[in-house]
Structures are given as structure tokens and as C-alpha cells.
């Protein structure tokens, strides 16, 4: 699992950066704190959605199912207060970038806000994918 969370992560940070860059922004002192604030989100984020699809795989009832069906299920029951997590998270981003008026507070909320859509994005596909991927070899 540590491995489907380092993908996840990085995907995440990767995909945060390239929207960053993409709407004409320039890096900056505190577009790379929130970089950082990002990646440690994504990993919080996939340690929780990871930890139900452990719990499901352990149970008795999920024999014999494929991981993509476990990762699935665990994902599943995960999401609600991931999404909550995260609306919270994007919600913190939209205040500081509306109440900035200096560029610092605006790439800091536009970093966060993007950055936690895409972690959940990322746990959901990025995650979801290296595990599947590993078990089957």
C-alpha cells in the first residue's frame, strides 16, 4: 500500500504544479509551501481511503473478489468524508484567494484549492491503479 501512496502523492503534486503553471501563475516562495501542504494532504487523504480497502480486504466476506472490486468497495466507503475533507480544504483555499489582495495569498489558495481536488483525484485513480498493478504481478 506505502507504494500505491508515494504514486498517489506524486501524482497529485504533479498535477497541482501543471495547473499552476497552466493558468499563468509563477512559482513562489508560497506556491511551494502550499506544494508541500499538498503532498502531505494527498498522502493523509490516501492513508484513510488505503486503510478502509485494508480493512476490506482482511474480511472474510471479500474472498476471492479482485483487488479493483476491494479497492472499490474500500474507496466507497471512504469517500463521504473524504469529500467532506476536501470541500473543506477547497473552501479554506477560496477564502484566501479572494480575501488576498497580495499574489502570496492568491497562489497560496489557488494552490490549495486545486491541490486537494487533485489528491482525491489522484487517491481515486492513481492509488487505485498501482495497487490493482501490483497484485496482479
Known sequence: HAMAVLASSAGSVLLTAGIFL???RQPS????????????YSVLLA???LSR????????DYRGRTMADI??????????????SVGAVVAG?????????????????LVLCVGAAAALFSVLT???ATLVG????
Do not use: H
Open 126 to 128: 492513481v492509488a487505485g
Open 71 to 84: 479497492f472499490n468497495s474500500g474507496a466507497n466507503r471512504a469517500l463521504r468524508p473524504a469529500m467532506f
Open 47 to 49: 492513508v484513510g481511503i
Open 29 to 40: 516562495g508560497a506556491a511551494l509551501v502550499a506544494m508541500l501542504v499538498v503532498a502531505w
Open 93 to 109: 483555499g477560496l477564502a484566501l484567494a479572494a480575501a488576498g489582495n497580495s499574489a502570496p495569498l492568491l497562489d497560496l489558495g
Open 134 to 137: 501490483l497484485k496482479r504481478q
Open 22 to 24: 497552466a493558468v499563468g
Open 53 to 60: 480497502v485494508r480493512e476490506i480486504e482482511k474480511d472474510p
